[in-house]
Nanobody, 117 residues
Framework: QVQLVESGGGLVQAGGSLRLSCAASGRTFSSLAMGWFRQAPGKERERVATISLIGGATYYTDSVKGRFTISRDGARNTVYLQMNSLRPEDTAVYYC??????????WGRGTQVTVSS
C-alpha cells in the first residue's frame, strides 16, 4: 500500500509563497498519477492540481492557474506544489492524493495553509 506524507504548510501573508511536498512510499512512484486537493472550513474538498505518471500532463483549477505549479521528482518519490501570490481564499487544508487506477483513493493526512490578509 502507498503511504503519503505532506509537509511545507504554514502561515504566510497574502502575496507570499509556500512549497508543499508529498513524499510517497510503498509502491512504485512512477505508476501513480498524483494530485493536490484542498478543503476550506465549511466547504467541500476541491481538486487543485494534478500531474500525470511521468509529469507530461498537468491540470489546474481556474483559481490557481498562473500562481501554482505542480511537479514531481521520480528520484525522490515526491510531488510538489509551488504556490505563489497566495491569497486569503487559498487558506485550507491541503491534501496529497495518489491515483493508482481511475480514482484518487490514496490520501495523505493533510497540511494546513493559512494566508493572512
Amino acid at each position: 500500500q502507498v503511504q503519503l506524507v505532506e509537509s511545507g504548510g504554514g502561515l504566510v501573508q497574502a502575496g507570499g509563497s509556500l512549497r508543499l511536498s508529498c513524499a510517497a512510499s510503498g509502491r512504485t512512484f512512477s505508476s501513480l498519477a498524483m494530485g493536490w486537493f484542498r478543503q476550506a472550513p465549511g466547504k467541500e474538498r476541491e481538486r487543485v492540481a494534478t500531474i500525470s505518471l511521468i509529469g507530461g500532463a498537468t491540470y489546474y483549477t481556474d483559481s490557481v492557474k498562473g500562481r501554482f505549479t505542480i511537479s514531481r521528482d521520480g528520484a525522490r518519490n515526491t510531488v510538489y506544489l509551488q504556490m505563489n501570490s497566495l491569497r486569503p481564499e487559498d487558506t485550507a487544508v491541503y491534501y496529497c492524493a495518489a491515483r493508482p487506477g481511475s480514482e484518487y483513493n490514496i490520501w495523505g493526512r493533510g497540511t494546513q495553509v493559512t494566508v493572512s490578509s
